[in-house]
């Protein structure tokens, strides 16, 4: 351009003002008319020698700190010079003909009066707007050296000191939230009114204990501190125990069991503590009646014994939410009255009035489902070796003396502003009332999606790919030769065995008998005489080629239903995508230190970076969908993903989420059950193309902790 000029300002104590933004909707001119603006008087004119005064700031009007002194010398240096326009102007003001109500061809008439004669008056005539009356020149920065920056000091704007309103119970999620208070995003011991106390309602063999364990199992998946107080096992520890031994073997030093694993079809062997030793070895010397007497309402003895258990038991819970780092407490009991109710709810607020209370009732009037119940109670603590005819008969006695002062949850609750959850026939019709609080809420919208229908769970990783060749993680890379056959021995395996289960589960519906036989202590599905043939086979992927690709042969059968899920993707690994381990360990040494270090809670540095808690996050909706569905599913995912999803259905604590080994070529069957799961594992013989059972197979730590 040829009509360009650099100005610089006549004295170097002279205010700096900022520059008058551009509007959008302003055009400028092309090479042959030249973009147009207009200075006020700050700008001193340019001396008839063609020399001009330094600026007295470092940078150029163009933007070229080499170039901060500048001479006018005619058109033979123009070309040289970047066409200025009003954003590259940041250390003058432009008059008012640079303002958005200027017409442009007025704009245009001042810089050429600026190009033919720089003191003209058309360049004059703008009168220069005062520095008090500029919007512009208030908030100009000083020259002066930068004070230190003093930090806010913490205070109370509020009304009371010290605060004595609770603090926001808002969303908390591990890895997703953090805050001062709680850098992990887990409910800081300072916000108790986002705790949750969870008591459980509802007569015997309704489901009360299905529902806490999966319950558990959930929100600690969800790494919410969460734990189960039995008021059932601690009754039966005082029945054989002093006090002094009722306090000290509590139910709290017990472990609770989350759910009965079958490996390869039999029950898991787990080994007793020391304390369920002793009380087992105690238990048969027992002289305390227990039997449905004992839970008779008219029986003032045994009521006041239980009435004090059931206190103990949620003191033990208290402290547990109070000063023992828990986020939730489940008590686990019938609390069937009103008054048991009105009671535990005084004890809680006494001891600290902020924490939250959520009533849940489990209601069953599937008289088939009940029946199946009740045979289940069977194999419990209180009936185990013992006749099973005569145990049903004292069974529903018992059940009978709690019906006779049961009172269900409804207008008492909802007049006392008290928040409940009524499910029933395990998720069949859930209602609530006056739910307060993200745990309540998530609690509900959990326990909406259970099912009891019979169906098999199938999780494996993808194919190997080219990327797995070589070492690299994270990537989009296809499989090798090796994965495509993996994909093939995958799909012909998969529906071998769904033709099997079919076949099984109709030899069970002929040989079983609803209501069950006296005696039957394994009672089929009540779901079980639905038409299973009616059951369809999902095959979920990611939108990685690789997992896709692993599933092309469940595509081209109509007899499945493909879907690619973005949330089952791979973990990403942000600016370490492409790279191996032994890279990142040679280049990234403080990066692969912290990973190591806690892999739970590491997230990958660079844009898009994941840790495993943002992975759990991603499929919380993923396993409430997989609670839901009443079809077979297969997960064709990814080692991240497959760890996490293992980690909920086997109940695996949080430290072996991120260790758990993961490898190629490993195939595992969850089958869903009343009383817990039935769990499966295969490995592929590649040299067979087909899959073998591993018998007694255990989740393990893997041993190489890069992976």
């Given at each position: ?8 300002i006549t004295?170097s104590?002279?205010?700096?003002p900022?520059?008058i933004?551009?509007?959008?909707e302003?055009t400028?001119a ?11 008087d ?5 001396p ?24 006018h ?15 590259s102007?940041?250390h ?27 003191t003209?008056?058309a360049?004059c005539?703008?009168p ?6 500029s919007?512009y020149t208030?908030?100009i ?9 003093i ?11 010290p605060?004595v309103?609770?603090?926001a119970?808002t969303?908390?999620i ?13 409910i800081a ?5 986002a ?11 309704r ?5 806490t ?6 929100l ?9 107080f ?11 125990s ?28 787990i080994?007793e503590s ?10 048969d010397d027992?002289?305390m009646d227990q039997?449905a007497k004992f ?33 939730v ?27 939250g209370?959520?009533?849940i009732?489990?209601v ?10 009740m ?15 005569k145990?049903l ?7 009978k ?8 949850l409804g207008?008492?609750?909802e007049?006392?502003?008290m928040?409940?959850i ?9 209602t ?10 998530g ?7 259970f099912?009891?229908?019979p169906r098999q ?18 990537g ?12 093939l021995?995958?799909?012909r ?15 069970k ?5 609803f209501?069950p036989?006296p005696g ?13 043939d009616?059951?369809?086979f ?27 899920w973005e949330?089952?993707?791979e973990?990403?690994?942000?600016k370490?995508?492409?790279l191996?381990y032994?890279?990142i360990?040679?280049?990234?040494t403080?990066e ?6 806690d ?11 994941e840790?495993?808690?943002q992975?759990?996050?991603r499929?919380r909706?993923?396993?409430r969908?997989m ?18 999803l ?6 695996l604590?949080?430290d ?19 009383y817990g ?6 490995k ?5 193309g087909w ?10 730590r893997?041993?190489?902790?890069s992976a």
């Amino acid at each position: 351009m040829n009509n360009q000029r650099r100005a610089s300002i006549t004295t170097s104590n002279a205010a700096i003002p900022r520059t008058i933004p551009t509007p959008p909707e302003q055009t400028f001119a092309t090479d042959s008319e030249p973009r147009v603006t207009s200075f006020d008087d700050t700008l001193a004119p340019v001396p008839s020698n063609g020399t001009h005064a330094s600026p007295p700031t470092p940078t150029s009007l163009n933007g070229n700190d080499d170039n901060a002194v500048a001479s006018h010398q005619g058109k033979q240096n123009h070309k040289t010079l970047a066409p200025p326009t009003l954003h590259s102007l940041p250390h003058v003001s432009l008059g008012p003909a640079a303002h958005p109500s200027a017409h442009p061809s007025s704009l245009a008439s001042a810089l050429r009066a600026l190009d033919n004669d720089p003191t003209s008056a058309a360049f004059c005539e703008f009168p220069a707007p005062s520095s008090n009356d500029s919007p512009y020149t208030k908030s100009i920065s000083s020259t002066a050296p930068a004070s230190p920056r003093i930090p806010p000091v913490r205070q109370n704007s509020g009304s009371q000191t010290p605060r004595v309103r609770p603090h926001a119970t808002t969303l908390s999620i591990p890895g997703m939230t953090r805050s001062q208070v709680s850098p992990d995003g887990k409910i800081a011991d300072r916000d108790v009114a986002a705790k949750l106390v969870i008591i459980m309602v509802g007569l015997p063999a309704r489901g009360k204990s299905y529902i806490t364990k999966k319950l558990r199992r959930y929100l600690a998946w969800q790494q919410h501190n969460t734990k189960i107080f039995n008021v059932g096992k601690r009754r039966r520890i005082h029945a054989v125990s002093s006090p002094t031994k009722h306090r000290k073997e509590s139910s709290m030093d017990m472990p609770m069991q989350a759910a009965t694993i079958l490996v390869n079809g039999s029950q898991a062997t787990i080994p007793e503590s020391p304390a369920q030793k002793e009380s087992a070895e105690d238990q048969d010397d027992s002289s305390m009646d227990q039997s449905a007497k004992f839970f008779d309402p008219n029986n003032e003895q045994a009521s006041k014994i239980r009435e004090e258990i059931a206190i103990d038991t949620l003191n033990e819970l208290l402290d547990y939410l109070i000063s023992g780092g828990g986020s939730v407490g489940i008590l686990d009991a019938t609390n069937s009255t009103i008054a048991r109710r009105q009671k535990l709810f005084d004890h809680i607020k006494a001891r600290e009035p902020k924490l939250g209370i959520l009533f849940i009732e489990s209601v069953c009037k599937n008289p088939d489902l009940l029946e199946a119940n009740m045979r289940l109670k069977l194999s419990g603590p209180d009936y185990k070796d013992k006749d099973p005819v005569k145990s049903l008969a004292d069974f529903k006695e018992r059940v009978k003396a709690y019906e006779s002062a049961y009172v269900p949850l409804g207008d008492y609750e909802e007049d006392h502003e008290m928040q409940y959850i009524k499910m029933t026939d395990v998720g069949k019709k859930l209602t609530h009332y006056g739910l307060g609080g993200f745990l309540s809420s998530g609690i509900a919208h959990y326990l909406s999606s259970f099912n009891l229908s019979p169906r098999q769970i199938w999780l494996t990783r993808h194919g190997q790919s080219v990327d797995n060749q070589s070492g690299k993680i994270g990537g989009n890379s296809e499989l090798t030769d090796r994965g495509h056959y993996y994909s093939l021995a995958l799909y012909r395996f998969i529906t071998q065995k769904r033709q099997e289960w079919l076949v099984e589960q109709k030899n069970k519906i002929a040989q079983s008998s609803f209501p069950p036989l006296p005696g039957d202590q394994s009672p089929p599905y009540p779901d079980l005489n639905r038409e299973l043939d009616e059951k369809n086979f999902c095959v979920w992927t990611s939108m990685l080629t690789r997992s896709i690709q692993t599933a092309q042969h469940f595509e081209a059968d109509e007899d499945y239903d493909v879907k690619n899920w973005e949330m089952l993707n791979e973990l990403n690994a942000g600016k370490f995508e492409g790279l191996s381990y032994e890279e990142i360990a040679r280049d990234h040494t403080d990066e692969y230190r912290k990973r190591r270090m806690d892999k739970l809670q590491y997230v990958y540095p660079g844009v898009g970076g994941e840790g495993y808690l943002q992975i759990i996050s991603r499929l919380r909706d993923m396993v409430r969908e997989m609670e839901r569905i009443k079809d077979h599913v297969l997960i064709v995912g990814h080692r991240s993903i497959c760890r996490v999803l293992m980690a909920y259905f086997m109940d695996l604590t949080r430290d072996d989420i991120a260790d758990l080994d993961m490898p190629l070529g490993m195939l595992y069957a969850i089958e869903p059950k009343p009383y817990g799961i039935e769990f499966h594992a295969y490995k592929y013989n590649e040299a067979k193309g087909w899959f073998d059972e591993v018998p007694g197979y255990k989740p393990t730590r893997t041993v190489d902790r890069s992976a």
